[in-house]
């Protein structure tokens, strides 16, 4: 099983800044891997996959990136409505595997 | 619009069963991917299952498998997964959801979700 490894567990941003998300792979994922930001009581939502790719409607302040196993999650000027937790998945191989999530708190 | 809606969830003493469903609109189950993800109370994402187009094709999560299983129903346009001998650790938020499709090809991200539905093992 691959593992996700998210870090930092809690990252707190002034509003415009920018948020840094970190996640890494066990092993190679060839790219596939997907982000999602999640609220309270809410379901999640794909932001990126493919490692890069924003998905329909999401904003441009939204960027993916990888290094070999690193995968990183960038938002360039924050929102009010961004603070959220935000999981990274794998879906190279069986079974498809979430980190355990980074909570993007107000600073 | 596309939309999925699950609906089944309860509670239950350890060792029952529960069917969870998931209605589709805006678009046709048997032409995507779909999966099911559950997330416990407080803690994060894990997925739980996905059955492929034909439904030829199912796959599970280690903790689940023979207990559950996924399906579907082209006539009701509608996903399924059958829960049987229920654990105190299947407590969770049990999310429907859909895999991404560029063109033709299924990228294995999931990119519509249900509002989840919350099945809770006691006794």
């Known amino acids: 099983e691959i593992v996700m490894t998210q870090s930092p567990a809690t990252l707190s941003v002034s509003p415009g800044e920018r948020a840094t998300l970190s996640c890494r792979a066990s092993?190679?994922?060839?790219?596939?891997v997907a982000w999602y930001q999640q609220k309270p009581g809410q379901a999640p939502r794909l932001l990126i996959s493919?490692?890069?790719t924003r998905a329909t409607g999401i904003p441009a302040r939204f960027s993916g990136s990888e290094s070999g196993t690193e995968f990183t999650l960038t938002i360039s000027s924050l929102q009010s409505e961004d603070f959220a937790v935000y999981y990274c998945?794998?879906?190279?191989?069986?079974?498809?595997?979430f980190g355990q999530g980074t909570k993007l708190e107000i600073k | 619009e596309v939309q999925l809606v699950e609906s089944g969830g309860g509670l239950v003493q350890p060792g029952g069963s529960l069917r969870l469903s998931c209605a589709a609109s805006?678009?046709?189950?048997?032409?995507?991917?779909m999966g099911w993800v559950r997330q416990a109370p407080g803690k994060g994402l894990e997925w739980v299952a996905n059955?492929?187009?034909?439904?030829?094709?199912?796959y599970y999560v280690e903790s689940v498998k023979g207990r559950f299983t996924i399906s579907g129903d082209n006539a009701k346009n509608s996903l399924y997964l059958q829960m049987n001998s229920l654990r105190a650790e299947d407590t969770a938020v049990y999310y429907c959801?859909?895999?991404?499709?560029?063109?033709?090809?299924?990228?294995?991200?999931?990119?519509?979700w249900g509002q989840g539905t919350m099945v809770s093992v006691s006794s």
């Open positions: 059955i492929n187009q034909d439904g030829s094709e199912q």
């Open positions: 092993q190679s994922v060839s790219s596939k």
């Open positions: 493919g490692a890069s």
């Open positions: 959801a859909r895999g991404l499709k560029v063109g033709t090809t299924t990228i294995g991200a999931f990119d519509v």
């Open positions: 998945q794998q879906y190279n191989n069986w079974p498809k595997t």
């Open positions: 805006g678009f046709t189950v048997s032409t995507y991917w």
